[in-house]
């Protein structure tokens, strides 16, 4: 190799030195202005919001939003508490009906029971303790067990105060031995099932005297002969099966 060969590689290999240092210098100058020029965030202030909202806004949209979380919750608690409501009332119609679904056909058999307690009352002490007097007794004994065990129950009127919402007054009776509007007479049982009224008691009702009592004055109301009569006309109404 020649002196001349070897003078340039040196003066390559200075040359490729030389353009390293220059590249890197100009990277550290870029590097230097690039820090140097880049802005120092600022914290955000209420006076400008990020996306350029108003703060103000944004607080009416929040309790506008919180007003209608309110409203929605009310609107429910109304809806659920309509809810309850309804579904009791369906319960407790259910139950009623359950208990009166057989009103109609108890109505039907108090006619049959009526005349049962009729027979029974006409039939002589000394053929009472016959066999088959003790069967109608014992059919009589367990029909009116059916009707206790559907919820029946008789209407008590004898010796009592005049209920008009349990009692049906046909006829009134003048006299001074019991207080006026109590009950003197019983023409026809009433009775109610499950604590409702399904048939009110026929009854005679006591009047006070009156003070001016004249044999020609006719007396007021109906006679006792014909409060039978139309107790008697009542139960044909209803024979019964």
């Known amino acids: 190799m020649t002196d001349e060969t070897v003078e340039e590689n040196e003066d390559q290999t200075a040359d490729a030195g030389s353009t390293s240092a220059d590249d890197h210098a100009r990277f550290e100058v870029k590097w230097r202005k690039k ?21 103000a806004a944004l607080r009416r949209q929040l309790e506008e ?30 139950g009623e009906m359950e208990q009166f679904a057989s009103m109609l056909l108890v109505m039907d058999l108090l006619p049959v029971l009526d005349n049962f307690e009729r027979a029974i009352a006409t039939i002589p ?29 008789e209407i008590e009127a004898q010796d009592k105060p005049f209920d008009p919402h349990r009692h049906e007054a046909i006829s009134e009776r003048e006299t001074g031995d019991v207080p006026a509007g ?18 009110p008691a026929l009854v005679e009702v006591a009047r006070a005297p009156q003070q001016d ?29």
Do not use: C, F
């Not at 820090?35 to 909202?53: F, H, I, K, L, N």
């Not at 002969?225 to 006309?233: L, M, P």
């Open 182 to 199: 109590q009950i003197v007479a019983v023409l026809q049982k009433g009775y109610t099932m499950h604590g409702r009224v399904i048939r």
């Open 125 to 153: 002490g000394n053929l009472a303790m016959l066999t088959w007097i003790q069967g109608v007794l014992l059919i009589e004994r367990h029909l009116r067990a059916i009707l206790e065990h559907r919820g029946v129950e």
């Open 35 to 55: 820090e140097t020029g880049s802005p120092t965030p600022r914290p955000a202030t209420d006076e400008a919001a990020p996306g350029g909202e108003d703060p």
């Open 65 to 94: 939003s919180q007003q209608q979380i309110s409203d929605l919750r009310d609107r429910w608690q109304r809806s659920a508490a309509d809810l309850a409501n309804l579904r009791r009332h369906t319960e407790q119609q259910r």
């Open 213 to 241: 009592t004249s044999a020609a004055a006719e007396p007021q109301g109906t006679s006792g002969q014909d409060a039978q009569d139309i107790a008697a006309e009542a139960g044909a109404e209803n024979p019964g099966p």
